[in-house]
């Protein structure tokens, strides 16, 4: 048997994807990545409009709008993709919301809301797309963070931080449960990184000192710095990579 060449074991041509949370931030990029690879990608959020500006300048890009706190919409999603391009075979569940409240003020009910997209969202579709699997060799890549991993205090909600650790646990958990059926499940952790949902924090001076200071690179990191672990996980060239989180955070974990 013949290795494929290294250009080949991260081609995703032929490959169907699905990204949440893709009108902006971390998810756009990701869309754009997997299609540059050559995946057909099913970009998916709530502003249809924006997914359609994404899809008329990039090739491979179909826009479909979702709500992902809606089960309803989440079975409708992975249904409208199914019948449309068939079985997937990488779901990046990216989508996410945060509370801005501080845990001492954080509501229960904020906090079950944050939940709902950041974890119950992700194992629901995990669940739909592994369920329409039929033998394939799929990679689900759930996006977690280093909030998830370490504590940021000051930075981060209560909700937040416990959706995208158990964003985690959950990896683990599904990697066990469906690696005999070929179905993988990583975790990717970014660090700080600017995007829509942070952009007050990174005009703020003093948090991005904070950044910096506690980074061992000294520095944020650029959303192009995300490319090759995304298309590691996503691709061939983890075959044999399962149950894993990978932290792409400029040190800030390892300290």
């Known amino acids: 048997m013949t290795a494929p060449s290294p250009a080949e074991v991260f081609d995703l041509?032929?490959?169907?994807a699905l990204v949440t949370g893709a009108s902006s931030g971390l998810g756009n990029r990701f869309?754009?990545?997997?299609?540059?690879a050559g995946a057909t990608v099913w970009a998916s959020a709530r502003r249809k409009d924006r997914l359609e500006e994404l899809a008329a300048?990039?090739?491979?890009?179909?826009?479909?709008r979702c709500d992902v706190a809606s089960e309803s919409d989440r079975a409708a999603l992975v249904d409208h993709v199914v019948s449309e391009t068939g079985p997937l075979d990488v779901l990046i569940?990216?989508?996410?919301?945060?509370?801005?409240a501080k845990?001492?003020?954080e509501s229960s009910a904020a906090f079950t809301e944050v939940l709902e997209t950041n974890l119950v969202a992700p194992f629901h579709l995990?669940?739909?797309?592994?369920?329409?699997?039929e033998g394939r060799a799929v990679s689900i890549v759930n996006v977690s963070s280093i909030v998830g991993v370490v504590s940021t205090a000051p930075r981060g909600g209560a909700g937040y931080a416990a959706g995208k650790s158990g964003l985690i646990g959950l990896t683990r958990q599904l990697a066990g449960h469906w690696g005999r059926n070929g179905v993988r499940v990583n975790a990717l952790a970014p660090g700080w990184f600017r995007t829509e949902m942070n952009d007050a924090m990174f005009e703020d001076d003093a948090s991005v000192r904070w950044i910096e200071r506690n980074t061992m690179l000294r520095r944020s990191g650029d959303q192009s710095e995300l490319d090759g672990a995304l298309l590691f996980l996503a691709s061939a060239a983890s075959t044999y990579c399962t149950g894993q989180v990978l932290a792409i955070d400029g040190g800030w974990t390892a300290r």
């Open 13 to 16: 041509t032929g490959r169907t």
């Open 31 to 36: 869309a754009r990545v997997l299609a540059a």
């Open 57 to 64: 300048e990039v090739e491979g890009v179909r826009p479909v």
């Open 93 to 100: 569940n990216n989508a996410g919301t945060a509370s801005k």
């Open 103 to 105: 845990p001492h003020e």
């Open 126 to 133: 995990a669940q739909l797309v592994a369920g329409v699997a």
